[in-house]
């Protein structure tokens, strides 16, 4: 089965500045896909950005950013010019390609919070 | 937008209670899924269903089960409340091709305590 850890439970970042946010997996599969997911206070988990394991280029979406390494397997996402409303919770979840369903393996998440 | 609804936002049941958690998605998608959050374990996969009257267990069924009647609605059913089931309940859903572009969408959570 695998698992996936966020190491940090909360982090802390300055309005405008960058912060990188860890999550390692453990799989014996070489095809999967992993995502990090963005929980506001009391609003709906929304999805932030994701990356194909079979790709090497790492995924961009506007201010996010990710840091893939498939070796190591670790999967950090980098949030560039922080604003107020990054503050939130961030899980990162991993997809199997082997298994159906569609399913998702989640990390334990990380509280951002963000000073303005 | 995709949306996917959740019958309540908060809910307080006695232990030893039936209790009915719905969750309704207006996207046609096939997949639908119940997660369980808790602080420091993340989400935990509790049933899904890849299609009306299937489903399948997750990570942690016990204590839970689930009906899906028609393709848009999934509900769990907590058969007998006890304390150990509050947490935050969350439903999402899916369609059912596995490409790069497949996401869950999640509704807003159902907050559920059982005293």
């Known amino acids: 089965a695998q698992t996936v850890t966020q190491s940090q439970p909360e982090m802390s970042v300055q309005e405008a500045e960058t912060v990188t946010l860890s999550c390692t997996y453990d799989t014996s599969e070489s095809d999967y896909y992993l995502f990090w997911y963005k929980q506001p206070p009391s609003r709906q988990m929304i999805l932030v950005i994701r990356?194909?394991?079979?790709?090497?280029q790492n995924a961009t979406e506007n201010r996010f950013s990710v840091n893939f390494q498939k070796a190591a397997k670790s999967f950090s996402l980098k949030i560039s010019d922080s604003q107020l409303g990054d503050a939130a919770m961030y899980f990162c979840?991993?997809?199997?390609?082997?298994?159906?369903?569609?399913?998702?393996?989640f990390g334990g998440g990380t509280r951002l919070m963000v000073k303005p | 937008d995709v949306k996917v609804t959740q019958s309540s936002r908060y809910l307080v049941k006695r232990t030893g209670e039936k209790v009915f958690l719905e969750c309704v998605q207006d996207m046609d998608h096939e997949n639908m899924f119940w997660y369980r959050q808790d602080p420091g374990l993340g989400l935990r996969l509790i049933y899904f269903s890849y299609d009306v009257k299937m489903k399948e267990k997750g990570d942690i069924p016990e204590g839970y089960s689930v009906s899906r009647e028609k393709k848009e609605r999934f509900s769990l059913i907590l058969e007998s409340a006890s304390t150990n089931q509050t947490s935050m309940y969350l439903c999402?859903?899916?369609?059912?091709?596995?490409?790069?572009?497949?996401?869950?969408?999640f509704g807003p959570g159902t907050r559920l305590t059982v005293l």
């Open positions: 990356q194909e394991a079979y790709k090497q």
């Open positions: 979840a991993y997809r199997s390609e082997v298994y159906a369903g569609n399913m998702l393996t």
């Open positions: 999402a859903s899916s369609p059912l091709d596995r490409g790069p572009n497949n996401e869950q969408f």
